[in-house]
């Protein structure tokens, strides 16, 4: 049942923005009364009762003051008033000020009003909500599908908004907080807005937001825990010295639920407010403000919190802190933040090196690891995912998991390197086969003066340009049926060689994979040639092939290079 106010107005109508819909049962919901004689009420659509507290209203920034820091590229200073303003709960300025958060985060074009809808169409054949509970993805976890007071209709529409999220993302394979976030989100926004809000953060160019598979979600808690011995000494021995042992360990397990599960919703909104600009080095502090705060409220004289009360429950001793948690969001936050040296590189470090001791482990467990189905689990690690980063002008991190998606299987077990770029090893074909002729495969990327960003996995080692044949006769082509070109942006689609589907009587011109010589490269042929780039590696054009029957991969069919990148994989 859709909740509605005493006047009998549905939540559903309070705004043309929001898709929330507040269970009538809860406690929020006394504040309709209230809110009805508010100028704003139209906008609102979550309740914060402290508003009904007397006293002088803070002066707070509002979203045009944000926008104008972000737009201007003043992350620090917009950073800086995110933590300081504790804007109401039900405050509008949400349901502006969050999208653009999120969105500032995306990658590539900005998806065109009514992209969401046609996903809800080819997913589940029709926009209408199905009266039958939807399906969720299985990378989420049903015991932390935190639905936040939305009532069955509105849990219905995150259940479809995760779901669509799991169809155009299938690298996703474990993402816990993916639901709950989601539910936070639709407090204030409609469910399109949601959707591209969780678009962009599932897939952020240089922040990480959500943690999408086992292996990451391990290293999370891991990352807390050893930071936590440093920064929040005096909290771990307490807890240590209660439960010793691995049960210690133990308790860090749920860190982000101690946030997402235990904080009041009054805390949780502000913490979102920083973290949909700062990303998960926000909940790593906030987990270090709880365990302080923790240590320091059940170590005080005539506190509730007693050794014994919580060693008799210590699994659930910090979650029932957090729901009656004897702080402000205001203090939290102020907690959080004023730990010192807590850097965004010095998480990244101790992150790295957790992911990569808790691969090795796996590596060593047995040779079962080896077999594994291809899954984001197989992803390149962080840090390879850093180093393309900071040496890729082409390649975004969404754009890295796509084509990794794409790769045959076995390679998926290496890691990417970079070969060779023009940015660093200048324009030149001899350059370029120097760096790249004995690397099998190799990944070819460019990125045109009109920012197109296309390429070709080469499944065979250019240095075949020179092979000759049983009567001494270089072949003209080489390569074999794994190659495949795909194109990044604008449109995002792989063209893989038309006899995958073992179809005979093809011809010649359907095995013309790849061409070299000391003027040109060659990708594809038949009736045109895929790619082909001069030896300046400036200049290249493109056009429908028979090898791949393939569009041209730019609009104008001819392109000036802006980069080239070549990408091989460590052991391959």
Known sequence: MVAKTPEGISLENLSKRASVYIDPDCDLYLELQYLQSRADFNKCTCFDLSLLAPGKKPNLKTFQDVQSLIQQGKKREAKLVLRENSWPTNSPIRSQLWPALCTQHHVGKTMLDGFY??????????????????????????????????TRKGRAVADRVVSVLGYACPDITYSPT????????????????????????????????????????????????????????????????????????????DWCW???????????????????????????????????????????????????????????????????????????????????????????????????????????????????????????????????????????????FTLWSWLPVRITMYQPVLLYTTEEHGCSLTTFYVRV????????????????????????????????????????????GETFL????????????????????????????????????????GEGQAIWMDENIRFGKTDRCQTFNNPPLCASGDFEIRVLEVYGFVGA
């Open 486 to 525: 795909f194109s990044l942006y604008p449109e995002r689609a792989k063209y893989p060689w038309v006899g995958i589907e073992g179809d005979k009587g093809l011809g010649h011109a359907s095995e013309l994979f790849m061409a070299a010589d000391s003027k040109m490269i060659t990708i594809g042929g």
């Open 437 to 480: 002729e004995q690397h099998e495969p190799t990944l070819l990327m460019i990125k045109t003066c009109n920012n197109e960003v296309f390429g070709a996995y080469c499944s065979s080692r250019w240095f075949e340009r020179n092979l000759k044949d049983d009567r001494g006769q270089r072949q003209a082509y080489f390569g074999t």
């Open 178 to 253: 993916l639901y709950p976030i989601t539910a936070i989100l639709l407090h204030f926004m409609s469910e399109e807005e949601c959707y591209h809000c969780m678009a962009s953060l599932v897939a952020p160019k240089d922040k990480v937001f959500i943690t999408q598979t086992k292996l990451l979600y391990e290293v999370t808690w891991k990352t807390v825990m050893q930071i936590a011995k440093k920064h929040a000494k005096s909290a771990v021995l307490y807890l240590s010295r209660l439960c010793p042992g691995q049960k210690s360990e133990r308790i860090f397990m």
């Open 258 to 400: 101690w946030i997402l599960g235990g904080l009041p919703f009054p805390h949780l909104v502000r913490v979102m407010d920083c973290f949909f600009h700062e990303g998960i080095k926000v909940f790593y502090r906030v987990a270090l403000a709880i365990l302080i705060l923790f240590h320091k409220h059940s170590t005080a004289t005539n506190s509730e919190w007693d050794a014994d009360t919580i060693k008799n429950d210590i699994d659930n001793a910090l979650p029932k802190f957090c729901k009656n948690i004897p702080v402000s969001p205001a203090k939290l936050l102020r907690t959080a933040f004023s730990i010192r040296a807590l850097s965004s590189t010095y998480i990244s470090r101790i992150f790295l090196k957790t992911e990569m001791v808790l691969k090795s482990k796996s590596v060593l467990s047995g040779s079962k690891q080896m077999v594994r189905s291809r899954s984001s689990d197989n992803l390149p690690t962080s840090q390879s995912q850093v180093n393309v980063q900071m040496m890729s002008h082409t390649l975004t991190i969404r754009e890295l």
């Open 117 to 150: 809808w046609d996903m809800v169409n080819q997913v589940f054949g029709t926009t209408e909500l199905p009266e039958k509970p939807i399906m969720l993805p299985p990378f989420v976890d049903s015991t932390h599908c935190l639905p936040y007071h939305l």
